[in-house]
């Protein structure tokens, strides 16, 4: 579990939930899923401290799901929004020890950066001076952006780090974006083992085997569309109900919402920019499955059209032995001393006639 208190432009980090509401500024609590099932009546009474109310009982479901979908709720007091990110070689751990992770099982039947397209959903519960955000154990994302966060409480915009959250929606938005730019950082490892999969594919001279990864891959893909479009759907409902939120009595808050709009069209945005890239990387992969085949059919025909041209050339010869062969007593040039020399030259002058015809019509020529 991990509380900081932002507030005069400093940001303030203590071990325990919070016993009071700061006279400026704001708490964020974070904890881990399972911290938050074993402390889940101490959170609710801080809630009800701070905020005079409770999470509701769906909405903690929802929270300590670690299958949800990203997606939108809210009540009249506080929003729920719960968004799935990359998640590292790790999983959840038993109740006996909270917040420690352990290390899963790599799927090793595809590439090693398509094992990173597993996720697991970050949930926010947004109060107006309380962010409660619940995360995987180990979260790397929620770890990294605290460190930034600090170090903006201590630098600030001098070494240009930017300004501070100044509402829980607004930092609620920055650590999504941090979890956003990890699909973004992806789409270049994903190209490239995408380029990889597609020399291999279409390498004529080599043949494809390893078509279980290959389907591995295009399942993983398809999913991330998925995580994705869940994503886009989650962000469009935060955004349609900021939109519903009472109207700005104030010069500051009405600065305040309109930056809160545009950092949630800013999320938007770089989520259909992933999906963009996704798409274009599912069609590729189909693209080269179906070039693969195209390619591996031409071969075949070039075998064939070989094999048909060398029979074309030996049947005459065939019927030439096939004829002498016959069981008859009297048959041209059998008692000749020469024939067997006027067999063979009539033989390889019909060879050669036909393999000069072929050749002239490419079906002997090598294709390169």
Not at 180 to 192: H, I, N, P, Q, S
Request: charged share 25%.
């Amino acid at each position: 579990m991990r509380t900081f208190l932002i507030a005069n432009g400093q940001v303030t980090e203590q071990a325990e939930l919070p016993a009071y509401l700061p006279d400026e500024g704001y708490w964020w609590v974070s904890l881990a899923r399972r911290e938050f099932e074993v402390l889940q009546a101490d959170v609710q009474a801080t809630l009800q401290t701070l905020c005079d109310t409770r999470l509701v009982d769906l909405h903690i479901s929802d929270l300590l799901n670690n299958q949800l979908p990203s997606h939108h709720d809210f009540t009249s007091v506080y929003d729920v929004l719960a968004f799935r990110r990359l998640a590292t070689s790790q999983t959840e751990t038993d109740l006996a020890h909270p917040g420690e992770p352990l290390h899963e099982t790599k799927r090793d039947s595809m590439p090693q950066v398509f094992r990173r397209i597993n996720t697991s959903p970050v949930g926010f519960a947004v109060f107006d001076r309380v962010l409660l955000s619940i995360h995987p154990a180990g979260c790397n994302v929620r770890d990294g952006y605290a460190e930034r966060l600090m170090a903006q409480g201590t630098t600030g915009v001098r070494n240009g780090l930017g300004r501070l959250p100044v509402s829980p929606p607004d930092l609620m938005l920055r650590v999504i974006n941090h979890m956003v730019d990890g699909y973004l950082e992806l789409r270049r490892e994903l190209t490239r083992d995408m380029d990889r999969w597609q020399e291999q594919l279409l390498d004529e001279r080599g043949r494809f085997h390893d078509w279980r990864s290959m389907m591995n891959t295009r399942l993983s893909l398809h999913m991330l569309d998925e995580i994705c479009e869940d994503q886009r759907s989650a962000i469009q409902d935060w955004i349609e109900a900021v939109k519903t939120w009472p109207p700005a009595t104030t010069e500051p808050l009405r600065e305040e919402r309109e930056l809160l709009l545009v950092r949630s069209r800013d999320v938007l945005e770089h989520i259909e920019r992933v999906i963009h890239h996704v798409d274009r990387l599912e069609r590729s992969a189909e693209t080269a499955v179906q070039m693969h085949f195209s390619v591996q059919g031409s071969r075949t025909n070039d075998t064939m059209k070989t094999l048909t041209a060398l029979t074309a050339i030996f049947l005459p010869l065939n019927l030439v032995t096939g004829f002498f062969g016959m069981n008859f007593e009297f048959l041209p040039l059998i008692h000749n001393t020469d024939g067997l020399w006027w067999a063979l030259a009539f033989m390889i002058s019909v060879a050669s006639a036909l393999g000069w015809v072929l050749w002239r019509r490419h079906f002997l020529a090598q294709k390169r």
